[in-house]
């Protein structure tokens, strides 16, 4: 009886200190003939099934050991026998090792049985408040013994997340087609059946007073570059901050500027992807809530590599490389060069281009720079719209702005049909930047070399690009130089940026920010 009140005195405690929360269980159970025990999960993180299961084996094994301690009792208390009872005693014994044995079998079984389920793991420690809630808000499932002061922790925790399906955002035409998922276990599988090496270290840190968010980070022990290892562990244990819950959070805390428009960590959600690059020396970040992967140092050019580079063939993998690497000055001063031209620099046209262009815009009631801003904001709306839509709508939302909005503009005379070519063109050559970050700059940056042109001309645009290139030579990424190999130059760098090379032509480790070993692309 006095267990029991005991027991229904510390239940009160427990849903007290969990706030009683609706999804918090905790109920007296029995484990064993005389022992009763608290058994306490929140049921929205666990499975009831696996949780039943666990019971019966626990009760299963309980009950083995018990037989065996029992047995072994008996026959350490019998007494000595006359000698003309030693046969008698040996049959006996003979016949109580044999029913050991069967429990002892019947013990390993039911250890098998536990043993069997891979997403329970049993262990017992010392029974601490504290440790309690922190193992029950990760998602276990916990058995106290108050008689022992002991508790049970089954982790068989059931956090829902999506099969490792491509990401939508990097697609590719040859090569693996799987992607992170939101649970690190099998993450981590993707990454290391791909990496059979104990090099592959994996450590942990908890962010978060509130949240307990767990990070990640990996790395290969004889590759790694230490100097950017070291301020990314730095960078970690200094975060202090009460709620974390987003990926955007930790970039803003791993980055060298986090006011840069240009992201200094390559985001992806491939794990092919992270495992190139941590072969190379970098260091990948993850967390336990979200798919998508950190990578450090990078430099401007690794935004514009994809796994399509290195698995179609060499000048077909060096041709789209350039093209892309081409798209970014497109994308930037295209309109730019336009509004220069129109408004300061016509005589660079030939001269039927040129008289055109003039009976075009002379119908247009405003400056250049508005009417490149009527289109350029019309096609971020779009594209927005687009993103935000369901996918049937969304391609619906993208023809029609394509082409009824389009068509529409121009026959009301707001927009002149160069400038729509112009436009269209800018908006194609910024969507093919494989980096959602990077493709998000390079829009933003076009805003800026617009203005610059319609003051100055062609000199406000080379006042912008000596300013870009000046912010992008300062700019680094865990403290190593965002622009190399350009600055500092690198001539082997520089033609590996350009050109794929063939894979049989280098026979060493692949690594970053090293002058002295060869990369093999």
Same mark, same amino acid.
């Given at each position: ?43 929205? *993180? +666990? ?7 666990? #019971? %019966?084996? &626990?009760? !299963?094994? =309980? ?68 440790? *309690? +809630? ?7 499932? #916990? %058995?106290? &013994?108050? !008689?022992? =002061? ?69 790395? +290969? ?7 950017? #290892? ?292």
């Amino acid at each position: 009886m006095t267990q029991t009140m005991e027991i229904k005195q510390e239940i009160k405690r427990l849903n007290k200190q969990f706030l009683h929360s609706s999804d918090f269980v905790a109920k007296e159970i029995k484990l064993g003939k005389e022992e009763n025990v608290i058994l306490c999960y929140y049921s929205s *993180l +666990v499975n009831k099934k696996d949780v039943e299961q666990s #019971l %019966i084996n &626990l009760k !299963q094994l =309980n009950r083995s050991s018990s037989q065996a301690d029992q047995e072994k009792n008996q026959h350490t208390d019998k007494p000595k026998q006359s000698d003309t009872e030693d046969n008698e005693i040996d049959k006996d014994d003979a016949q109580n090792k044999e029913i050991s044995g069967t429990q002892i079998n019947n013990d390993y079984a039911a250890k098998k049985q536990l043993a069997k389920d891979e997403s329970v793991i049993i262990t017992t420690e010392k029974y601490d408040e504290q440790k *309690l +809630v922190d193992y029950v808000c990760n998602g276990e499932t #916990l %058995i106290i &013994l108050l !008689q022992s =002061n002991q508790m049970i922790r089954l982790n068989n925790a059931e956090f829902a997340h999506k099969t490792p399906e491509e990401p939508e955002n990097e697609q590719i035409l040859r090569g693996s087609h799987e992607g992170f998922v939101e649970n690190f276990e099998v993450n981590m599988q993707l990454i290391r059946k791909r990496i059979k090496n104990n090099k592959l270290v994996v450590k942990q840190i908890t962010l978060g007073n509130e949240t307990k968010t767990t990070v990640y980070y990996m790395f +290969v022990e004889n590759v790694v570059d230490n100097e950017a #290892l070291k301020t990314v562990e730095n960078r970690l244990n200094a975060v202090d901050v009460d709620m974390f819950y987003s990926i955007g959070q930790l970039s803003d805390y791993l980055e060298d500027q986090v006011w840069s428009p240009f992201p200094q960590l390559l985001n992806t959600e491939r794990p092919d992807r992270v495992v190139a690059n941590i072969l190379e020396g970098k260091i990948a970040i993850m967390t336990d809530l979200s798919p998508n992967a950190l990578i450090g140092p990078v430099t401007f050019f690794s935004f514009y590599q994809t796994p399509d580079d290195f698995n179609a063939r060499v000048f077909v993998g060096t041709f789209y490389r350039l093209m892309r690497l081409f798209s970014v000055f497109s994308a930037i001063f295209l309109p730019a060069f336009y509004i220069a031209i129109v408004s300061f620099h016509f005589e660079i046209l030939p001269l039927e281009l040129a008289n055109k262009v003039k009976t075009d815009i002379n119908q247009i009631p405003y400056r250049p720079l508005i009417e490149a801003m009527i289109m350029e904001i019309t096609i971020e709306l779009i594209r927005e719209a687009s993103v935000r839509l369901p996918k049937s709508i969304g391609q619906t939302i993208g023809i029609v702005g394509g082409l009824v909005i389009g068509e529409s503009i121009v026959s009301a005379g707001l927009v002149s049909n160069l400038m729509v070519i112009v436009v269209a063109f800018t908006a194609i050559s910024s969507f093919v930047v494989p980096s959602v970050e990077l493709n998000t700059t390079i829009r933003m940056l076009r805003f800026p070399f617009m203005f610059l042109a319609s003051l100055f001309g062609f000199f406000g645009i080379v006042i912008g690009t000596f300013l870009l290139v000046v912010h992008l030579l300062n700019l680094s990424s865990l403290k190593h130089p965002y622009f190399s190999p350009i600055i500092p130059f690198d001539p082997v760098g520089v033609r590996k940026i350009f050109f794929r090379g063939p894979y049989y032509g280098a026979n060493r480790q692949a690594k970053d920010f090293s002058m002295k070993k060869e990369d093999k692309a």
